[in-house]
């Protein structure tokens, strides 16, 4: 079962405007939330975090807002800008103990596209 | 600069054949991971390093094998009992310990695997 899910595979924007990404997720021992950037051919890389005793961090054009009741959160990305065309994943993380640590569980990623 | 290096960037293998998928890190970090990429799909944790010697089965590990002789290298083999091998691999690693609860996997560039 998909506990972390992007319902939206695909989204476009007009430069200049606002991107908002979504992310739901169904297990309620996730207390850490991620969001990862991701061009064609390279690996993602770490773009902005909140943790569950939050519902907002904000980090330049980037914001993140949790809703800890309806277990989502979103991405905000204002002004969009071209270089922000990009596979956007959303990850949450628990402590699992067999694991030994804490454990992401990805998304199934939103491509953002930004219309010059 | 420090970072995760994966190569070879493009690899092709005949079905039946074992093929090894190269990551080395010089981020001095303990915990190293593999994902695969399909599409539609989130990452999904194939294996798990939390130090040398040491590793975990993740998610879909049927398949694969991995070694963690050095701290910076953590090879994945993608063996002929894999049924589905043709991905996007995705190497990535961490720091542990005090004060590193939650913080961000730092990921290579990728491998694409194409097995005919």
């Known amino acids: 079962d998909q506990q972390v899910k992007q319902n939206s595979p695909s989204l476009s924007v007009q430069e200049g405007r606002i991107s908002i990404l979504n992310c739901d997720y169904t297990?309620?021992?996730?207390?850490?939330f991620l969001w990862y950037k991701k061009y064609p051919a390279e690996g993602p890389t770490f773009l902005i975090s909140?943790?569950?005793?939050?519902d907002k961090n904000e980090d330049g054009r980037f914001t993140v807002f949790l809703n800890k009741s309806a277990k989502h959160l979103s991405l905000h990305i204002v002004p969009s800008q071209p270089g922000d065309s990009a596979v956007y994943f959303c990850?949450?993380?628990?402590?699992?103990?067999?694991?030994?640590?804490?454990?992401?569980?990805f998304g199934t990623g939103t491509r953002l596209t930004i219309i010059p | 600069d420090g970072g995760i290096t994966q190569s070879p960037k493009y690899l092709f293998r005949k079905e039946g054949q074992n093929v090894t998928l190269s990551c080395e890190q010089n981020?001095?970090?303990?915990?190293m991971y593999w994902y695969r990429q399909d599409p539609g799909q989130g990452l999904r944790l194939i294996y798990y390093?939390?130090?040398?010697?040491?590793?975990q089965k993740g998610d879909i590990a049927e398949g694969y094998s991995v070694s963690r002789e050095k701290k910076e290298s953590f090879p994945l083999t993608v063996t002929s009992a894999q049924k589905n091998p043709t991905a996007f691999y995705l190497c990535?690693?961490?720091?542990?310990?005090?004060?590193?609860?939650?913080?961000?996997?730092?990921f290579g560039n990728g491998t694409r695997l194409t097995v005919t």
């Open positions: 990535a690693s961490k720091i542990t310990g005090e004060f590193s609860y939650n913080s961000p996997l730092h």
């Open positions: 981020l001095n970090h303990d915990a």
């Open positions: 297990n309620s021992m996730f207390d850490y």
């Open positions: 909140i943790s569950s005793i939050k």
């Open positions: 990850a949450a993380s628990a402590w699992i103990s067999n694991f030994g640590n804490e454990k992401l569980t």
């Open positions: 390093s939390q130090i040398v010697n040491d590793f």
